[in-house]
């Protein structure tokens, strides 16, 4: 099992509202040697059997993949998350994430095996019955079937529970009867069952588990897809479909709990696929910036793509920081409950749903960034298929849509937050309060006379904190139970959030570190902390002033400013020299450092 460094449950989002002890967050360096061990496994087999079956997985050759998934499959990769009851490995969460990572090689591939391992099997997992667990989970686990999970419909992406599809019992009652057309469905060509979310009697949202050979089962013509072109993308047709009665997934009018909950999942994982497709990209942009010549000397020397290998080593040390802090904490959360009840399992992924989206929004987007940046990198040969840049670009654009849009899992995040303190969950509103309070109370001018390492970071995050609540805070007093219509407002304080969780991640990883084995080793860690740290208080900035400005006027307005300027001062420091010494670091080991 995971290393749980300490035993105290953090609950969901109350990042901002204490100082993060370093004890109290996993991190990559707290991994235990089985965990390495699944890693480097995980990684190993991707380099040996799946990269070099690139060009087949491109042209749609699924054999090929059914191959590789079953391949996966007999290493345990598929069953990780399977009880060990019903034939699987049942490994902890931590593990489950680092699968997750470094699957992450080949994208077309690696969509097709999240599909059947995370999202297509736990809903089963979760909220099936004991023989419908029988009877699917071993198929799946050991790749003998194929899941795919078809929620959205063309008419409804976001507003899930808007679907058009439905389901009636049959005449006999021993039936249930489904129509409707999934859209966007992955593995949807090849799939053997099917998680599908209907409504029954045209109303009651419910999930239902569907076999391929169901009569009135059918896929659609495959999709032509920007990116990810080797993975099957399909609708998933269904015309008087019929259905054992059996094959009801959880209770009627109950699947929207089936379907938010197994998106949690996803989007922790996503995020740690996205550290993993980063660092390999990372990779790519060294290795190419070391070897390609120009004037007279490698690209790599040139502090114009120096800044780029640094920003992508800063953003990816961040964001697997703020990955590993999740996955333990979901880890520690697990250790108090009965982890047998899935009804607890689903609750303590559901505990950390703000962190989930902001692991999803954060990492889909620096992955993206990684992969801009080694096109610009590559030149005019980033523009070409003859080298791996322009597929990588391409691959990774749908992440930002995934496991629900960037901009929904923006709106979830404050939305969630203030849901949690309306209903005493967080003591968000006292927090926010008694900001406002200081604020009025004006500056104090308390002695900084902290000199040790991260001193001024530490300061920053939790000043980053305190921004946050003044947002959230003004926002709700402001505009009450309209604040929903204020999407605007609801992103820019979603951009604090999710830049505060990252510095304050990043920052606990390090100073923990810097305890363990002293400054000098980890001098790296130290320059990619202050790096991110300067650069996200920047963004914080930006974004508040957006959302003040759209929430208060006047003297209000001006005061909110004044505390703003205050919240988010800090002395300039040399970045350039940051990014000389990481992006050196970063090329000499050819990839990511840390």
């Not at 057309?181 to 949807?188: C, F, L, Q, V």
Request: aromatic fraction near 8%; glycine fraction near 8%; include cysteine.
């Amino acid at each position: 099992m995971a290393a749980v460094l300490e035993k105290e449950v953090i609950k969901g989002g109350g990042f901002l509202l204490a100082e993060t002890l370093p004890a109290q967050v996993f991190s990559p360096e707290d991994f235990t040697d089985e965990q390495k061990m699944i890693a480097q496994t995980t990684h190993e087999f991707m380099d040996k059997e799946v990269v070099p079956q690139h060009e087949a997985i491109e042209s749609k050759d699924y054999e090929v993949q059914r191959g590789l998934i079953k391949k996966a499959a007999d290493l345990g990769l598929i069953n990780a998350s399977i009880p060990e009851g019903y034939g699987g490995l049942e490994l902890d969460h931590v593990s489950n994430m680092l699968i997750a990572e470094h699957i992450s090689g080949e994208a077309s591939f690696s969509t097709g095996f999240g599909a059947t391992s995370s999202i297509g099997l736990l809903p089963i997992v979760l909220f099936g019955t004991d023989e419908q667990k029988e009877k699917y989970l071993p198929k799946i686990g050991s790749a003998d079937w194929i899941s795919a999970y078809c929620l959205s419909e063309s008419g409804s992406g976001s507003d899930a529970l808007a679907a058009k599809s439905t389901a009636r019992l049959s005449e006999d009652g021993n039936n249930w009867i489904l129509n409707g057309e999934k859209m966007w469905i992955t593995n949807g060509g090849f799939a053997d069952v099917l998680t599908i979310f209907a409504k029954v009697d045209g109303d009651k949202f419910t999930g239902f588990i569907v076999e391929r050979d169901d009569p009135g089962v059918s896929p659609g013509n495959e999709e032509h897809k920007l990116g990810q072109r080797g993975s099957s993308t399909t609708p998933i047709l269904m015309q008087d479909a019929k259905i054992p009665r059996d094959r009801l997934l959880g209770e009627i009018g109950k699947g929207h709990q089936i379907a938010f909950n197994v998106l949690n999942f996803g989007r922790i994982k996503m995020g740690a696929g996205a550290v993993g497709g980063s660092k390999r990209v990372l990779a790519l942009s060294a290795k190419y910036a070391a070897e390609r010549h120009q004037f007279g000397r490698p690209i790599a020397s040139f502090g114009a793509i120096k800044y780029k290998l640094a920003e992508m080593a800063s953003k990816i040390y961040a964001c697997e920081s703020a990955v590993y802090r999740t996955a333990g904490m979901i880890e520690a959360k697990e250790e108090t409950i009965d982890k047998k009840n899935p009804k607890e399992l689903m609750k303590a992924i559901e505990e950390y749903a703000i962190e989930c989206s902001i692991i999803k929004v954060a990492g889909s987007e620096i992955l993206f960034y990684c992969a801009d940046e080694n096109v610009q990198i590559h030149g005019g040969n980033g523009f070409t298929e003859d080298y791996p840049a322009e597929g990588v670009y391409r691959d990774c654009r749908v992440n930002r849509i995934y496991e629900g849009t960037n901009e929904i899992n923006r709106l979830l995040i404050p939305g969630q937050l203030l849901k949690r303190a309306l209903k005493g969950g967080l003591p968000l509103i006292a927090a926010a309060m008694k900001l406002q309070d200081e604020l009025l109370a004006g500056p104090s001018f308390d002695g900084d006379d902290d000199d040790s390492p991260l001193a001024k970071e530490r300061k920053l995050a939790a000043n980053a904190k305190k921004v946050a609540l003044m947002l959230l805070g003004s926002s709700a007093q402001k505009f009450q139970e309209k604040l929903t219509e204020q999407q605007m407002i609801l992103c820019w304080t979603a951009d604090v959030i999710i830049e505060t969780f990252l510095i304050d991640s990043t920052i606990a990883r390090t100073a923990k570190l810097i305890a363990r084995d002293g400054e000098e080793k980890h001098q790296a860690a130290i320059d990619a902390t202050k790096l991110y740290s300067f650069d996200a208080v920047n963004r914080i900035e930006v974004a508040a002033k957006n959302a003040l400005a759209a929430i208060a006027e006047g003297d209000e307005l001006r005061t909110m400013l004044a505390a703003l300027r205050r919240f988010t001062k800090q002395e300039p420091i040399n970045t350039a020299a940051l990014r000389e010494r990481l992006a050196d670091k970063v090329v000499e080991a050819g990839g990511y450092i840390f």
